[in-house]
Nanobody
Framework: QVQLVESGGGLVQPGGSLRLSCATR????????MGWYRQAPGKQRELVAT???????IVADSAKRRFTISRDNAKNTVYLQMNSLKPEDTAAYYC???????????WGQGTQVTVSS
């Protein structure tokens, strides 16, 4: 059974930092592009950042210079370090695993990030 379990969300003041983690089970992690997406109330889910199995990184413009995605293949885990957080970063953050040759795609349950003073 495939599991993607996010952690690390919470309430933080503007300008603060959080580190999200997504631990995976049941997939061959090394062959998956891992990503973070977010969805704010009333808005569509949007890409935050992805990292391929080869380490190629794509970051949304809204996250550039503030967020860093990384992966630890030994731990089957992907991370999102978020710095200089803004109220507009408030959203549910979802972990995604995608095997592009096959099209297999999995989602975590999400972790809430709230940026507020």
């Amino acid at each position: 059974q495939v599991q993607l379990v996010e952690s690390g969300g919470g309430l933080v003041q503007p300008g603060g930092s959080l580190r999200l983690s997504c631990a995976t089970r049941g997939i061959n992690f090394n062959f998956y592009t891992m990503g973070w997406y977010r969805q704010a109330p009333g808005k569509q889910r949007e890409l935050v950042a992805t990292i391929s199995s080869g380490g190629t990184i794509i970051v949304a413009d809204s996250a550039k210079r503030r967020f860093t995605i990384s992966r630890d293949n030994a731990k089957n885990t992907v991370y999102l370090q978020m710095n200089s957080l803004k109220p507009e970063d408030t959203a549910a953050y979802y972990c995604n695993a995608e095997n592009r040759p096959t099209g297999w795609k999995y989602w975590g349950q999400g972790t809430q990030v709230t940026v507020s003073s």
